[in-house]
Antibody
C-alpha cells in the first residue's frame, strides 16, 4: 500500500533552515510527482510547489521562490523540502503529497504524509 | 492568484441532513476543482476530483458539481463520521489555491 512517512517535528530559530523528509513506499517512486503543502495553525492549506522525482525538476510557488528547495534521494525513495530564512510566519504543519498523475502533474493529491510541525520561535 | 471563496465558513447540521458547501472562484477555472476532507490533526483526503468525479472508495453520499466559477459540494445524508473541515482546490492556474475551508459540525 502507498505510504508517505514524514520526519518528525522541528523547532527552529528565526533565520534558520529546516529540511523535511518524506519517505515513500508501496509504489514506483519515480513515476509520480510530489507536492508540498503547508498549513499554519488553525488556517487553511497553502501549496508550495511540485517536484518531479524522475527528473529532479521543480516548480515552486512564487511566494517561496528563492527560499525553498525540493530534492530527492532515489536510493531511499525519499523526497525532501528545505525552507530557508525561517520566520514566525513559517510556523505550520508541512505535508508532502503524491500527485495521482502518471508521470505528469495531474493536480490530484491522492496520498499524503502525516505532516511535520515546524515551529519557528526565538 | 485565483481566490477561492467557500461558503459557509462553518456549518452545523443534524445527522441525516443534506449539506451543501459552495466554492466560488475569482475567475473561470473550467472544471479544474477538487474537494478534500480534513479531520482534526490529520492530512487532507481527496474526495472529489474534476468538480464531480467521486474518488474510489468514497461513499456515494458525497457529490460535487459546477464549472466555471461556481461549484457545490453536497453530502446527501450527513453521517457522524463526516465531521471534518472541507476544502476546495483549484488547479487551473498556478499557484494552486485552496478555499479557506468549511468546518462541519453535528448539531
Amino acid at each position: 500500500q502507498v505510504q508517505l512517512v514524514q520526519s518528525g517535528a522541528e523547532v527552529k530559530k528565526p533565520g534558520a533552515s529546516v529540511k523535511i523528509s518524506c519517505k515513500a513506499s508501496g509504489y514506483t517512486f519515480n513515476d509520480y510527482f510530489f507536492h508540498w503543502v503547508r498549513q499554519a495553525p488553525g488556517q487553511g492549506l497553502e501549496w508550495m510547489g511540485w517536484f518531479n522525482p524522475k527528473r529532479g525538476s521543480t516548480n515552486y510557488a512564487q511566494k517561496f521562490q528563492g527560499r525553498v528547495t525540493m530534492t530527492r534521494d532515489t536510493s531511499i525513495t525519499t523526497a525532501y523540502m528545505e525552507l530557508n530564512r525561517l520566520t514566525s510566519d513559517d510556523t505550520a504543519v508541512y505535508y508532502c503529497a503524491r500527485d495521482r498523475g502518471d508521470a505528469v502533474v495531474g493536480w490530484h493529491f491522492d496520498f499524503w504524509g502525516q505532516g511535520t510541525l515546524v515551529t519557528v520561535s526565538s | 492568484d485565483i481566490q477561492m471563496t467557500q461558503s459557509p465558513s462553518s456549518l452545523s447540521a443534524s445527522v441525516g441532513d443534506r449539506v451543501t458547501i459552495t466554492c466560488q472562484a475569482s475567475q473561470d477555472i473550467n472544471n479544474y476543482l477538487n474537494w478534500y476532507q480534513q479531520n482534526p490533526g490529520k492530512a487532507p483526503k481527496l474526495l472529489i476530483s474534476d468538480a464531480s468525479n467521486v474518488e474510489t472508495g468514497v461513499p456515494s453520499r458525497f457529490s460535487g458539481s459546477g464549472s466555471g466559477t461556481y461549484f457545490t459540494f453536497t453530502i446527501s445524508s450527513l453521517q457522524p463520521e463526516d465531521i471534518a473541515t472541507y476544502y476546495c482546490q483549484q488547479y487551473d492556474n498556478l499557484p494552486i489555491t485552496f478555499g479557506q475551508g468549511t468546518r462541519l459540525e453535528i448539531k
